[in-house]
């Protein structure tokens, strides 16, 4: 089985423009997390994909793969597909480039659950971990999932789900950690797919997979990570960074 991992970066960001070039620790927020994802010796090959000249050139100026879009696209995985697309892979990881302090754990968790998968039932894998804080609940930049009792995803959403009409039945929240796994195949599929309501309400590219029938396994880790969506998200990594440096 053939994986590698591909970091969709783009240079524009809504609610933080140029966010994967912000300075962390005297290197950028989009270097960090190629790094992190190459010293985790997990992948055949690691790749930015970018639109970016200037996210292209910190990649390779730094001795990295990148590869430039050759369209525009909507989403991250539309970014991909077009790069896999001609490369024999088996398995895609899909590393959020925002995400500069993923570990090695969470990562292998995803590559087993495709090895044990030997009937093939899965389509994606992602990474869920609950949160119990009110305001990470509530929080509209933490994505939350919904999951069937084999772990299947059943919606995400940027909302509180399920909502808590009723406090005392013993419901998890779980937020959705923004690294895919795809086979190929499911990738290629997606390309092809018109962007349908559910995802053009939320914003949320995995839910164009679920409206068109693909199953995603979410896998439960205690390994939580930085997203930087915001100049506090920001704040906040550099100060993990820091202490992470002084242990």
Known sequence: MKI?????ARYASTRFPAKLM???GGKTVILRTYEAAVISGLFDDVFVVTDSYIIYDNIVSNGGNAIMSKKEHESGSDRIAEAVEQLDVDV???????EPFIDAKPLEQIIEAFKQDKEKKIDLASLMFEITEEDEINNPNNVKVV???QNFA???SRSVIPYPRERNVGVRYMKHIGIYAFRKEALLDFYKWPMLSLEASEK???LRYLEYGKRIKMIETNHGSIGIDTPEDLEKAKQLLKELNQR
């Open 4 to 8: 590698i991992a591909v970091i969709p």
């Open 154 to 156: 059943l919606y995400f």
């Open 92 to 98: 895609v990881i899909n590393v959020q480039g925002d």
């Open 147 to 149: 999951v069937d009792q």
């Open 204 to 206: 949320l590219e995995q």
């Open 22 to 24: 912000q300075d962390l």
